[in-house]
């Protein structure tokens, strides 16, 4: 019998062993974006290891909020720097660029019934598109392309902050 229990602790103390550095890892957790991000390096959004605020005070002052104006702000890793967006009209902080010059089905029927239209709108191409369009006669055209980051967020909407 002492056998058997010398052999359930051992199997138990291998199976801590393996994920202790999983539970360390998870452990860790991170107040300040700036020290968060240089140990995460690259993340779309800060996890269960970030406890501080949604919008510290240093950083509402660099984007000319205040800090109970989290909800309008995103803020995310990227190579263990902080990257920061603010919400507006037609900035989708919270979702990756579209990037596919394919016009949808939407595109082409708009284009049909607005043709040579110089632009179509972002109810039509959905927010979240780099991707400009216009119509040429009655076929959907690329005007612009807006640069996606590493990540696939619209480079323009990002910008990086510190203290």
């Known amino acids: ?26 452990a860790q957790t991170y107040a300040d974006p700036i020290l968060y991000c240089k140990a995460v390096g690259t993340i779309d959004k800060p996890d269960a290891r970030y406890t501080g605020p ?29 990257l920061a967006c603010q919400y507006g009209a037609n900035i ?3 979702s990756k660029a579209v ?3 394919e016009p949808t089905q939407g595109i082409r029927e708009y284009c049909r ?3 040579d239209s110089q632009f179509v ?22 005007i612009h392309s807006a640069e996606v980051d590493a990540q696939g967020y619209q480079k323009d909407f ?3 902050v510190s203290p």
Not at 123 to 138: E, M
Request: glycine residues 4%; hydrophobic residues 45%; aromatic residues 8%.
């Open 1 to 26: 019998m002492c056998l058997m229990k010398l052999l359930k602790m051992l199997f138990v103390a291998s199976v801590l062993l393996a994920f202790a550095p999983v539970l360390a890892q998870t």
């Open 54 to 82: 949604k919008l510290p005070v240093w950083m509402a002052e660099k984007l000319n909020m205040q800090p109970d104006q989290g909800k309008v702000m995103e803020w995310r890793c990227a190579n263990g720097a902080v």
């Open 92 to 94: 989708p902080c919270d």
């Open 99 to 101: 990037t596919s010059k």
């Open 113 to 115: 019934q607005n043709a």
């Open 121 to 142: 709108p972002m109810y039509v191409t959905g927010h979240n598109t780099s991707i400009l369009w216009a119509c040429h006669g009655s076929r959907p055209v690329v």
């Open 158 to 160: 990002w910008h990086k």
